[in-house]
């Protein structure tokens, strides 16, 4: 589902904080996620930020544009309950995200959860 329709689907997540656990979460093919949680919820999610299009223009210079929506795909991971539970589980989050492996290195600390 896309980053709207992952809101719409519930209005808690709109109103609710979030928590950023980075925006350098990479797959295989090179895909840009972004890792966050839902406070009011206790989803963690990954957002998909596929690169931005650059334009050129006749001088040469160049523009990002911005993406629709549409293209950040969303995907819950789980549940995880309160703060200290997500920081928990996700302890060492930021050395995992810099290395090869780090999506899954998430999805099996969250599937150890439970």
């Given at each position: 589902m896309d980053i709207e329709a992952f809101y719409d689907a519930d209005p808690r997540r709109r109103a609710s904080e979030e928590v950023s656990f980075g925006r350098d979460w990479f797959d295989a093919d090179g895909v840009r996620w972004e890792l966050n949680w839902v406070a009011d919820t206790g989803e963690l999610y990954l957002m998909r930020e596929p690169s931005e299009p650059v334009e050129m223009?006749?001088?040469?210079?160049?523009?990002?544009?911005?993406?629709?929506?549409?293209?950040?795909?969303?995907?819950?991971?789980?549940?995880?309950?309160?703060?200290?539970?997500?920081?928990?589980?996700?302890?060492?989050?930021?050395?995992?995200?810099?290395?090869?492996?780090g999506l899954d290195w998430v999805a099996e600390r969250v599937a150890a959860a439970g």
């Open positions: 223009d006749a001088l040469g210079d160049s523009y990002i544009q911005d993406l629709p929506l549409s293209e950040l795909g969303v995907r819950i991971l789980g549940v995880l309950d309160g703060r200290d539970r997500v920081h928990e589980v996700l302890a060492g989050w930021q050395d995992a995200m810099a290395g090869a492996g």
